[in-house]
């Protein structure tokens, strides 16, 4: 993987969003962003509420400074708004491989191409700035939604991890894991270009 140590907080443009650095000023746009969609309702993730924001963003700064997280907010081009937050984390750049998870949108933009365009960019910087040789992505085995939404992108299931982490309710959720490896991503790149073109259509 290569060193990003003087470029841990990339800025990712796209056409209709951008992905940038999160930070601890973004702290009411993201509650506002939660609140569209009343997101902290969801039984299938875990979003933060207004109370839990600011701990939130600590957490994901802390794993900033330790070099293993790369938190982001999500800002829709047209009016500024951050519309969710995403991240790289479990980021092992001696195997050069990343997570890409922790992901929520505002209900409003949700199957409107945000996701797809977002996806992109922080694929095509793993993959080709990072030289990653492996992204993964993991979601409720419970969540059909979200499972879908990965398979989309171009994302393959290895399996279900079972008890894979301890919910907020006590729940202990079976996961499903996806990955993309280097050798995939011109194709899934291929396919992404032609969803977020038939979007702009």
């Excluded at 960019?121 to 993964?136: G, K, N, P, S, T």
Aim: proline residues 3%; charged residues 30%.
């Amino acid at each position: 993987m290569a060193d990003d140590a003087n470029n841990l907080e990339p800025v990712l443009r796209g056409r209709n969003v951008v992905v940038e650095p999160l930070q601890l000023s973004h702290e009411h746009a993201l509650i506002a962003a939660a609140a569209d969609g009343e997101l902290w309702n969801l039984t299938l993730t875990v979003v933060p509420t207004a109370e839990t924001m600011a701990r939130y963003i600590e957490r994901a700064m802390a794993g900033r400074s330790a070099g293993t997280v790369m938190p982001f907010v999500i800002v829709r081009r047209e009016d500024q708004r951050v519309v969710g937050s995403t991240r790289f984390w479990k980021i092992d750049r001696h195997n050069r491989k990343l997570e890409i998870g922790q992901t929520w949108l505002s209900a409003s933009v949700q199957r409107s191409g945000v996701n797809t365009e977002a996806k992109f960019l922080l694929l095509r910087h793993a993959f080709e700035v990072m030289d990653c040789v492996r992204v993964q992505f993991t979601t409720d085995e419970l969540n059909e939604k979200s499972r879908a939404a990965i398979l989309r992108i171009g994302a393959r299931q290895e399996g279900i991890v079972r008890h894979e982490r301890i919910m907020p309710d006590g729940l202990k959720r079976n996961s499903v894991r996806f990955s993309i490896i280097d050798t995939e991503w011109p194709e899934v790149r291929a396919g992404l270009e032609q969803k977020m073109a038939r979007t702009e259509g």
